[in-house]
């Protein structure tokens, strides 16, 4: 079955850090250009990230630029999104997805993410 | 980078057709043909409708279609149904090596 499962998400305070994980099967992970993408509650989707399928090069909105950082281990088919000086607007379901040209085909159940102290 | 613009709702009586317009500029939706379309139910991850601007993936209907008018790209819903009411969002790819999802649209069958 061609699927993602993320986990990871939890209660963070401002200024914390938390990395984010999805795991990949049911295709060829390693080929697979991928994304992070986020949506807080109630609002709608803002793209964050997109890694190739090498892990090389990657892409951050602006909102998230030197305090997020994609990556990937195609030996584990897991994408991470490692999230640094975390702050309240970072508060949002975190979904993972696989890149179609251009377009996100599969997507992850999502997990939550909530900055707060 | 500014999200594109949708309508905030739309709605159609069962059967009827209805129309969601996005709109940006010539950095992302006039520049580039990598629009694509997302469905979301309340509480579930979105589905990809439409993509490359016209083109649908395996398995959604034929109900379902995309064009793009320079910096205006749109999707149709034909024939429309109970369980077409959702959260529809365009996305494109953006200058700078960048994506950009529009605001949202609620479509409501009447």
């Known amino acids: 079955e061609v699927q993602l499962v993320e986990s990871g998400g939890g209660l963070v305070q401002p200024g914390g850090s938390l990395r984010l994980s999805c795991v990949a099967s049911?295709?060829?992970?390693?080929?697979?250009?991928m994304h992070w993408v986020r949506q807080a509650p109630g609002k709608g989707l803002v793209w964050v990230s997109r890694i190739d399928g090498d892990g090389s090069p990657t892409i951050y909105a602006d909102s998230v630029k030197g305090r997020f950082t994609i990556s990937r281990d195609n030996a584990k088919n897991t994408l991470y999104l490692q999230m640094s000086f975390l702050r309240a607007e970072d508060t949002a379901v975190y979904y993972c997805?696989?890149?179609?040209?251009?377009?996100?085909?599969?997507w992850g159940q999502g997990t939550m993410v909530t900055v707060s102290s | 980078q500014s999200a594109l613009t949708q309508p905030p709702s739309a709605s159609g009586s069962p059967g009827q057709s209805v129309t969601i317009s996005c709109t940006g500029t010539?950095?992302?939706?006039?520049?580039?043909?990598?629009v694509s379309w997302y469905q979301q139910h309340p509480g579930k991850a979105p589905k990809l409708m439409i993509y490359e601007v016209t083109k649908r993936p395996s398995g959604v209907p034929d109900r379902f279609s995309g064009s793009k008018s320079g910096n205006t790209a749109s999707l149709t819903v034909s024939g429309l149904q109970a369980e077409d009411e959702a959260d529809y969002y365009c996305k494109s790819y953006a200058r700078s090596n960048n994506f950009v999802f529009g605001t949202g649209t609620k479509v409501t069958v009447l």
């Open positions: 049911g295709f060829t992970f390693s080929s697979s250009w």
């Open positions: 010539s950095s992302d939706v006039g520049n580039y043909n990598y």
């Open positions: 997805a696989r890149d179609y040209y251009a377009g996100l085909d599969i």
